[in-house]
């Protein structure tokens, strides 16, 4: 399993801006590299993410036009930059990386928006 390392969470101003990060050293052949969270109360829901295959990226409604994925293959980084964050975003983010076919999770990063 390969181990994910994630930061940037914190508190932020609604309205604000914010960048998560995470690498993901000791990868072989990346497949897929993104960013799920799960809001208080609710399951943990897909955000943004990149597969390599078809060098596409896909963003959840909710924060599709806000967020920004952004990757660099080579040092296996994923970086999400959210925009104009509103308290609906507040919830633990988590990176996620298919490498080799197999499913990695980061420890998850706390990210709270206040109003």
């Known amino acids: 399993q390969v181990q994910l390392v994630e930061s940037g969470g914190g508190l932020v101003e609604a309205g604000g801006s914010l960048t998560l990060s995470c690498a993901a050293p000791g990868t072989s052949r990346v497949n897929a590299m993104g960013w799920y969270r799960q809001r208080p109360g609710l399951q943990r829901e897909v955000v943004a993410k990149y597969i390599s295959h078809d060098d596409s990226t896909t963003y959840a409604d909710a924060v599709r036009g806000r967020f920004t994925l952004t990757t660099d293959m080579a040092k296996s980084v994923v970086s999400l930059h959210m925009n104009n964050v509103a308290s609906e975003d507040t919830g633990v983010y988590y990176c996620?990386?298919?490498?080799?076919?197999?499913?990695?999770w980061g420890q998850g990063t706390q990210v709270t928006v206040s109003s």
């Open positions: 996620y990386i298919v490498d080799l076919g197999k499913p990695s």
